[in-house]
């Protein structure tokens, strides 16, 4: 890198942290990632610190049962890896390790670094002016802040990568992960989007041609997530020995970011109630719920490779 380029990446991450003190216009973001259990937060991480409409306040592992234990802790390895290594960025929003395992108890947070900067960089922020907490693992970190500092509902709003489908709901990996910790946040007064995993397929599958189209000739970070994606194609998407490329791999966590960037829509419901076994149940209330039925994907992925051939 430049010593030009350098100074461009200081003076903008300067710039993007001014917040509300300063004349930022930027989109200020956390991200929330299980980063380590599939391949596409290696996406959604990439799209988002590549992306010049972000503020990104800082970025918050998360544990799955398919990283190894400590799950937060090896997330957070990983996470630094991909931005030190990966990316290459030596200047980078903070770190921050989230918490190993679910909640286990409604009522008691988890305590983490991730959970405590959640509440820490949401002192800046308003009911008028939120921070956007974007959720692509289990809700766990989200949901402990929430029970140490129940006034952080007025500070922050969630969106959250999970569930199957509206109306029901239904299990999901991400759900499955923190019953609990969705239940805790459903039953606040946090204002939540939801990016489920019909409208993900539906508008954010990619075939191995189009995935290599996108982002192998981009770079090393392209080049990268491309590499990433194919390996874990072989390995988990095409069947062993058969010549079947139908299958689309999903980029699942990308949905929070588009909805930020304002390349989806949504329908505004009334709130339901989280069962233990990840059903909603439809209740009168006065709180709602965002769920996104409609991603432009063209205008996403068109957004992408831009920032990723810019880098
Ligand atoms: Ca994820």
């Not at 937060?72 to 290594?85: A, P, R, W």
């Not at 709003?157 to 759900?175: A, L, V």
């Not at 390996?231 to 909805?259: C, E, G």
Request: aromatic share 8%.
């Amino acid at each position: 890198m430049s010593k030009v380029t350098v100074c461009t990446v200081v003076i903008s991450f300067l710039f993007g942290t001014s917040g509300t003190h300063g004349a930022s216009l930027k989109i200020p973001v956390v991200l929330s990632t299980d980063v380590g259990n599939e391949i596409d937060d290696q996406w959604t991480i990439v799209y988002l610190l590549l992306n010049p409409k972000l503020d990104v306040r800082g970025i918050i592992s998360a544990h799955a049962p398919t990283i190894s234990p400590p799950a937060g802790q090896t997330s957070y390895k990983i996470l630094l890896d991909v931005v030190k290594n990966r990316l290459g960025m030596s200047i980078h929003p903070p770190l921050l390790a989230g918490a190993d395992l679910p909640l286990a108890d409604r009522k008691k947070p988890r305590v983490s670094d991730g959970a405590n900067f959640l509440i820490e960089v949401s002192q800046d922020f308003s009911s008028n002016n939120r921070l956007k907490v974007l959720t692509i693992g289990a809700v766990t970190d989200a949901a402990s802040a929430i029970l140490m500092d129940p006034t952080i509902v007025q500070r922050i709003e969630i969106i959250d990568m999970g569930f199957k489908r509206w109306p029901g709901g239904e299990e999901e990996f991400n759900i499955a992960n923190d019953v609990k910790g969705m239940q805790v946040v459903l039953d606040s007064d946090v204002p939540l989007t939801i990016g489920s995993g019909d409208v993900c397929r539906a508008n954010l599958s990619l075939h191995l041609d189009q995935a290599r189209d996108m982002v192998s000739g981009r770079g090393g970070a392209g080049q990268w997530l491309f590499e990433e994606f194919q390996a874990y194609y072989y390995r988990v998407i095409k069947p062993l020995r058969v010549d079947d490329f139908s299958k689309p791999k999903v980029i699942w966590d990308n949905i929070t970011l588009a909805h930020v960037l304002g390349m989806t829509t949504h329908e505004t419901y009334a709130r339901p109630k989280l069962k233990d076994d990840m059903n909603f149940e439809h209740i009168e209330t006065d709180r709602t719920i965002d769920w996104i039925t409609d991603v432009d994907e063209r205008r996403m992925w068109d957004d992408f490779i831009g920032n990723l051939g810019a880098y």
